[in-house]
């Protein structure tokens, strides 16, 4: 790579980190209610539920790029808490499908309202091309996240 390619990997670094920072921050300055009525986990899960239907724990951890075991856990306090249920899985008698409760189909719909309200108000000296913009390469960044699988270290 050259300089000005080492630059601006470097000022991308910098900018995911700031990112990444300001979001928790902007998460823990906000009420508990409405936006933070699920945490990160669950609402993460429950996005993914609402948009694929009923799934299985491995293809909801291949989706999430997370252990299988981590989503089974996370998935088990869901159920407890009355977020999602689970069933047999008629293509496969030995798995379950984990579906999203209507009480957890509720909760993420109102956590999702919120925080498009806080977007829209951090955002809103932006025009809707710079938003539209913004919104397809941060498609393309979570596309290419996800489809990076690093190598187990030696």
Same mark, same amino acid.
């Given at each position: /790579?050259?300089?000005? =390619?080492?630059?601006?990997? &470097?000022?991308?670094?910098?900018?995911? #980190?700031?990112?990444?920072? /300001?979001?928790? +921050?902007?998460?823990?300055?906000?009420?508990?209610?409405?936006?933070?009525?699920?945490?990160?986990?669950?609402? %993460?899960?429950?996005? *993914?539920?609402?948009? $694929?239907?009923?799934?299985? %724990?491995?293809?909801? +951890?291949?989706?999430?790029?997370?252990? &299988? =075991? !981590?989503? !089974?856990? *996370?998935?088990? +306090? /869901?159920?407890?808490?009355?977020? %999602?249920?689970?069933?047999?899985?008629? #293509?496969? &008698?030995?798995?379950?499908?984990? =579906?999203?409760? #209507?009480?957890?189909?509720?909760?993420?719909?109102?956590?999702? @309202?919120?925080?498009?309200?806080?977007? &829209?108000?951090?955002? $809103?000296?932006?025009?809707? +091309?710079?938003? $539209? !913009?913004? #919104?397809?390469? /941060?498609?393309?960044?979570?596309?290419?996240?996800? @489809?990076?699988?690093? !190598? @187990?270290?030696?």
């Amino acid at each position: /790579m050259n300089d000005s =390619s080492d630059e601006v990997l &470097g000022a991308i670094e910098t900018e995911i #980190a700031l990112l990444m920072r /300001m979001g928790e +921050a902007t998460r823990r300055a906000t009420p508990v209610e409405p936006h933070r009525a699920l945490d990160r986990a669950a609402y %993460v899960i429950l996005r *993914q539920l609402d948009e $694929a239907g009923p799934t299985n %724990v491995s293809t909801l +951890a291949a989706r999430l790029n997370l252990d &299988g =075991s !981590t989503i !089974t856990r *996370q998935v088990t +306090a /869901m159920q407890r808490d009355g977020l %999602v249920t689970r069933a047999p899985d008629p #293509a496969d &008698g030995r798995g379950t499908l984990i =579906s999203p409760t #209507a009480h957890g189909l509720h909760c993420v719909s109102v956590v999702r @309202a919120a925080r498009r309200e806080i977007y &829209g108000k951090i955002l $809103a000296d932006w025009n809707a +091309a710079d938003r $539209a !913009t913004l #919104a397809t390469l /941060m498609h393309r960044l979570n596309v290419s996240l996800s @489809a990076h699988k690093p !190598t @187990a270290r030696n």
